[in-house]
């Protein structure tokens, strides 16, 4: 006879993020908390159960509940220069620096943030054939994207929306 799953602390939410904080490195505070909630009640809808089998699952360390529940708890919003204050503060830090740069951009869903850097740098003045020309900007994620490769959502241009106005004048 197998013993019982752990009964749930007293936030088995808090449990849930903490899991996936630890796994992958997503952080879900503070505001965020209420994309999590909201992820989580959609998760579940789309397994069929209640939330709290959910929650389990995913304290569980279910690849298929972790998932579903990353991508449909994370923002799903992405744009050209969209975080200007935290760019502006990038191309400060790192303009004068000697050398060359590596700088991640963690959760840029198609590129723009990871460009959006390059961007700023060149426009800081880092040298020309220095970081931006050696290196393509790369996106990484949690989560591969639901759609098969090829297919019209994968393409590689920009979306009018990730060029909307609003891109801060230099």
């Known amino acids: 006879m197998s013993a019982a799953p752990p009964a749930p602390g007293p936030d088995p939410v808090g449990e849930a993020a903490a899991r996936l904080r630890d796994e992958l490195g997503l952080s879900f505070d503070g505001p965020l908390r209420i994309a999590f909630e909201a992820g989580l009640a959609d998760?579940?809808?789309?397994r069929g159960e209640s939330i709290e089998a959910t929650i389990a699952a995913v304290c569980a360390g279910d690849p298929g509940a972790?998932?579903?529940?990353?991508?449909?708890?994370?923002?799903?919003?992405t744009c050209f220069y969209r975080h200007p204050d935290q760019l502006e503060l990038v191309a400060q830090l790192a303009a004068p620096a000697p050398g060359g740069?590596?700088?991640?951009?963690?959760?840029?869903?198609?590129?723009?943030?990871?460009?959006?850097?390059?961007?700023?740098?060149?426009?800081?003045?880092?040298?020309?054939?220095?970081?931006?020309?050696r290196r393509t900007?790369?996106?990484?994620?949690p989560s591969p994207p639901r759609s098969p490769p090829g297919s019209p959502s994968r393409a590689t241009t920009c979306s009018p929306?990730?060029?909307?106005p609003g891109r801060p004048s230099t």
Do not use: K, Q
């Open 161 to 164: 929306w990730s060029r909307r």
């Open 137 to 141: 900007p790369r996106a990484t994620g």
């Open 66 to 77: 972790c998932d579903l529940l990353v991508e449909l708890a994370v923002v799903h919003e």
């Open 101 to 133: 740069l590596r700088l991640w951009s963690a959760g840029c869903a198609t590129g723009e943030e990871a460009y959006s850097v390059a961007m700023a740098l060149a426009e800081a003045g880092r040298p020309p054939g220095g970081d931006c020309a």
């Open 43 to 46: 998760a579940a809808l789309e």
